[in-house]
């Protein structure tokens, strides 16, 4: 009886548990959902160092955050045109999307960087 009870929970546990999780396909690309703004204070052709604008998260965890670009990240202007790391210059603003993660080291780390747009 008490074996018989035990896979009654179980089951019901399991499919409580399952009906929980979805495939999380919005239709958008979710690793543009996580960004921010900042000021390029730095460039040294494979890094940006950067203040997050005032009020954002980022600025909550850290003042100053390096981003590391590699070869796959999407570096574009404002209008969407494909753009290098040398037309980013200190002083410019610029978006950030993604993954979340933020290394907690001074200046703090960003190391799954996707996308960087120039604002100006």
């Given at each position: ?88 210059e200190t002083g410019d603003m610029i978006q950030i999307f993604y993954d979340g993660a933020i290394a907690e080291s001074y200046p703090a780390q960003i ?10």
């Amino acid at each position: 009886m008490k074996t018989r009870f035990f896979a009654v929970v179980l089951l019901t546990a399991l499919l409580i548990l399952s009906s929980c999780s979805g495939t999380g396909n919005t239709g958008t690309d979710s690793r543009y959902e996580v960004n921010f703004a900042g000021t390029v204070l730095e460039n040294n052709g494979t890094n940006l160092l950067i203040e997050p604008e005032p009020g954002s998260d980022e600025l909550r965890s850290a003042d100053k955050i390096t981003v590391h670009v590699s070869g796959d990240m999407v570096l574009v202007d404002s209008q969407g045109s494909e753009i290098s790391i040398d037309s980013i210059e200190t002083g410019d603003m610029i978006q950030i999307f993604y993954d979340g993660a933020i290394a907690e080291s001074y200046p703090a780390q960003i190391n799954k960087c996707y996308k960087i747009v120039l604002m100006n």
